[in-house]
Structures are given as structure tokens and as C-alpha cells.
């Protein structure tokens, strides 16, 4: 082999090392990103569940609201709405009973 021939392996060699250097880093660095991006859908997750419980909360109290102040229709409206989860609770009493 030349010397010529061993410059080249040597320069060869060590781009390899380099190149196998790089690749671990971006290993790494790809593992972390996962673990960032796994607990950030978590918390996503954990939000939208409060974001959904909120949501909840808000509609029972605008109903409580509505229901003891506010305009005739919208007491009218109240009024229907409870109309309609005391049917709906009578049909499910009424199946569970059947």
C-alpha cells in the first residue's frame, strides 16, 4: 500500500469517526426529543380533560344563573332543559326497573 494510499484510509477513517460521532449525538438528541414531545402530549392530554371539566362546570352554573335570574325566556329555557333531565332520568329509572 502507498503512502498515498494510507492518507486516504487515514482521512477515511477518521470522517467515519466523525460521521459515527454525529450519528450518536443525533441518537441522542432525537431520544430526548421524544421524551419532551411524550410528556408534552401528556400534559395536552391533562388539559384538554380540565378544559372539558370547565367547560361543564361553566354550562351548570350559566344554567343555575338562568334559572334563578334572568330573562323570562331564558327562565322558560331553564325551566325546559330541567324538564328534560327529570325525563330522561325517568326513562333510565324506568329501564333499570324493566
Not at 362546570?57 to 330541567?82: H, I, M, Q, V, W
Request: with cysteine; aromatic share 6%; charged share 35%.
Amino acid at each position: 500500500m502507498t503512502e498515498n494510499d494510507e492518507k486516504l484510509l487515514a482521512g477515511f477513517e477518521l470522517r467515519m469517526r466523525q460521521l459515527i460521532y454525529l450519528c450518536d449525538m443525533l441518537k441522542d438528541e432525537n431520544a430526548l426529543l421524544k421524551q419532551h414531545l411524550e410528556q408534552k402530549s401528556t400534559e395536552a392530554e391533562g388539559l384538554s380533560s380540565q378544559i372539558e371539566e370547565l367547560k361543564t362546570k361553566y354550562d351548570n352554573l350559566k344554567f343555575a344563573g338562568s334559572y334563578t335570574s334572568g330573562s323570562p325566556e331564558e327562565k322558560e329555557r331553564a325551566k325546559g332543559r330541567l324538564s328534560k333531565l327529570v325525563r330522561d332520568v325517568d326513562k333510565c329509572i324506568a329501564m333499570l326497573k324493566g
